[in-house]
């Protein structure tokens, strides 16, 4: 799987949009873009993902570069309740040798009221 | 509709003492695993399975024993717990087709004194 780096920090006002960035630069063509958060104290939470084409869901969306390099996660409309450490994973779809989800450190999104 | 579902949610064994941590899921879910997450490691899988019958390890297996009688159940059994062991221990499922996000459990917090 790819590997992936990001900030370790960002902060937010809520109601603003939250834009996370994530640099994948050595993805391959059949990986996936995956993005995860987790609440303090509770289960990583799945938010979208995508292989080429911007996706968008009730919760975010998610832009990726047309040399699929790198990657933006937008909540459009922050709250409190978006804090959290969210994760940027690069992978087979089908999971690739056993399956296994690489969380790195990810970033800490604080939104501030 | 649960999702999936782990208990207990707390425990405190002693050095020595064997338990079963259980996970379910109720989406039918082919894939399911576990993980095990301490402070500055991130997530760790430990053993994973694809199917009723199936089972293979992840990166940290020592320790640790599954089995996949059913879809539903994927139990994590620490044989003869040690202090190392101490951790929050999450389980997660999804289909095998394309794309699927993970779900994970809310986990279940081991200290082993």
């Known amino acids: 799987d790819a590997k992936t780096t990001q900030p370790p920090s960002m902060d937010c006002a809520e109601g603003r949009a939250a834009n996370l960035p994530c640099n994948h630069s050595?993805?391959?063509?059949?990986?996936?873009v995956y993005w995860y958060r987790q609440i303090h104290s509770q289960g990583p939470q799945y938010i979208i993902h995508?292989?080429?084409n911007n996706e968008t869901n009730e919760m975010a969306s998610l832009i990726i570069t047309e040399d699929r390099k790198s990657s933006t996660l937008i909540l459009p409309h922050a709250t409190l309740r978006d804090t959290a450490v969210y994760y940027c994973?690069?992978?087979?779809?089908?999971?690739?040798?056993?399956?296994?989800?690489?969380f790195g450190k990810g970033t800490l999104l604080t939104v501030n009221p | 509709n649960a999702g999936v579902t782990q208990t207990p949610k707390f425990q405190v064994l002693k050095t020595g003492q064997s338990m079963t941590l259980q996970c379910a899921q109720d989406?039918?879910?082919?894939?399911m695993s576990w993980y095990r997450q301490d402070p500055g490691m991130g997530l760790r899988l430990i053993h994973y399975?694809?199917?009723?019958?199936?089972?293979d390890q992840g990166e940290v297996p020592n320790g640790y024993n599954v089995s996949r009688s059913t879809t539903e159940d994927f139990p994590l059994r620490l044989l003869s717990a040690a202090p190392s062991q101490t951790s929050v221990y999450f389980c997660?499922?999804?289909?095998?087709?394309?794309?699927?996000?993970?779900?994970f459990g809310s986990g279940t917090r081991l200290t082993v004194v």
């Open positions: 050595t993805i391959s063509g059949n990986e996936y």
């Open positions: 399975s694809v199917g009723a019958g199936i089972t």
């Open positions: 997660a499922s999804s289909y095998l087709s394309r794309g699927y996000g993970y779900t």
């Open positions: 995508g292989l080429k």
């Open positions: 989406m039918n879910h082919e894939y």
């Open positions: 994973i690069v992978r087979l779809p089908s999971g690739g040798s056993n399956y296994k989800l690489t």
